[in-house]
C-alpha cells in the first residue's frame, strides 16, 4: 500500500565526489572523495520548487528535468511512496563535468533524500542500482552511496528486455592515501570522450589492464607503495589524449616525477593518488596555469538527515 509523505518532512543529504577508473579500472573502480554537495528536500502541499546555488546554478534547469528531482522521484516510486508537491535547494559544490563524478552525486543526493522521505526503506544496494540508473555505469555512483573505494560491474540481462543491474562492493582505503586533484576550467562530455575509444583492443592491451586493475586493488587497501603502477593503463587514456591535451601533459608531467596520476572518469580533471603530499612547486605550476588544485581524503558515504513533520 502506497503511504503518502507528510508535508513538512524534510531530508538534508550531504554526499561525496567520486573520481571513477582509477587508471585501469574502467568503468568499474571508484573512491568517494571529500568535496560534496548538499540537497535539502523538503515536502510541500502542492507544485515543485528548486533552487540551485553554487556549481551549476546558471546553467542546471528549475524543474522536472533537474537530475536530483527525476532520483527522487525514482526512490518514491521504488519505495511505493508519494509526496503532494517538494520544494529542493542544491548547494553545489562539486565541479561540473569535470570527471568528479557531479552528475553521479545529483543522483545518488536524489535517490538517498527520496528514500530518506518515505523512511529509508530501500537498501544500500537498491540505492546504487536507482542511482547507477541514471549514469549507465555504477562506478561513481556506488562509489558516492557505499563511501571509500568501490569495485563495481554490471549484469546485462540475456533475455533483452530486463534492466542491467548494477552491484559494487566497498573497499577500505588504507589510511595513508590522499587525492589531489587538478581540475581544468573547462567541461568535457563523457559522451564525446567516449566516442575517440576504439570498438576492438589487443589481447595484450586487455591483459595488461587486468592486472593492473588487481595491483590497484591491492594498492587501495594495503599497498599504497604500488599506487603508481596499479593506475597504469592502455584501455581508454592513450587514445583520450588528443582530445584532452591539458589533462594529458599534467598526468604525464606528475608520472614522471613518480605521482601516481590518471585522468579521473572522463576528465578533464588529473588526479593523484598519494601518500605524501605532492611538491608545492608543482601545485604552483599548475595554478599558474590556470588548474584549480582540490587537496582531498577519502570520504565516507553519503550522509541523510530526516526531519519528521
Not at 22 to 28: F, I, K, N
Not at 119 to 126: E, F, I, K, R, V
Not at 236 to 258: C, F, K, M
Not at 265 to 291: C, F, K, N, Q, W
Amino acid at each position: 500500500m502506497s503511504i503518502e509523505v507528510e508535508v513538512g518532512t524534510k531530508a538534508i543529504v550531504t554526499v561525496p565526489a567520486s573520481s571513477a577508473n582509477l587508471g585501469p579500472g574502467y568503468d568499474t573502480l571508484g573512491i568517494a572523495l571529500t568535496l560534496y554537495d548538499t540537497v535539502e528536500v523538503e515536502v510541500t502541499k502542492s507544485g515543485l520548487e528548486v533552487e540551485i546555488f553554487g556549481e551549476g546554478a546558471d546553467e542546471l534547469p528549475r524543474d522536472g528535468s533537474h537530475l536530483v528531482v527525476k532520483a527522487i522521484r525514482s526512490a518514491l516510486a521504488a519505495a511505493d511512496a508519494t509526496v503532494p508537491g517538494l520544494r529542493v535547494v542544491c548547494n553545489n559544490n562539486i565541479p561540473q563535468s569535470r570527471g568528479l563524478g557531479s552528475s553521479a552525486s545529483a543522483a545518488v543526493a536524489g535517490v538517498a533524500a527520496g528514500n530518506g522521505l518515505a523512511g529509508s526503506p530501500l537498501t544500500p544496494a537498491q540505492l546504487v542500482q536507482l542511482s547507477s540508473a541514471f549514469e549507465g555505469h555504477p562506478d561513481n555512483a556506488a562509489a558516492s552511496v557505499l563511501g571509500n573505494a568501490v569495485v563495481s560491474w554490471t549484469t546485462v540481462p540475456v533475455d533483452g528486455r530486463s534492466l542491467p543491474e548494477y552491484k559494487a562492493v566497498g573497499l577500505q582505503v588504507h589510511e595513508d592515501i590522499r587525492a589531489t586533484a587538478l581540475v581544468p576550467d573547462f567541461h568535457a562530455s563523457t559522451q564525446a570522450v567516449r566516442r575517440v575509444l576504439p570498438s576492438h583492443v589487443t589481447h595484450s592491451d586487455a591483459a595488461f589492464n587486468v592486472s593492473r586493475a588487481a595491483v590497484q586493488v591491492a594498492a587501495l587497501q594495503n599497498h599504497p607503495e604500488l599506487l603508481w603502477e596499479g593506475t597504469r593503463d592502455r584501455l581508454h587514456q592513450p587514445y583520450r589524449a588528443d582530445v584532452l591535451p591539458i589533462t594529458s601533459e599534467w598526468v604525464n608531467r606528475l608520472r614522471n616525477r613518480g605521482y601516481a596520476a590518471y585522468l579521473s572518469g572522463a576528465g578533464p580533471t588529473a588526479m593523484v593518488l598519494h601518500t605524501e603530499p605532492v611538491d608545492e612547486s608543482i601545485l604552483d605550476e599548475a595554478r599558474a596555469a590556470g588548474l584549480r588544485v582540490l587537496e582531498l581524503e577519502v570520504a565516507g558515504p553519503v550522509f541523510v538527515d530526516v526531519t519528521q513533520a
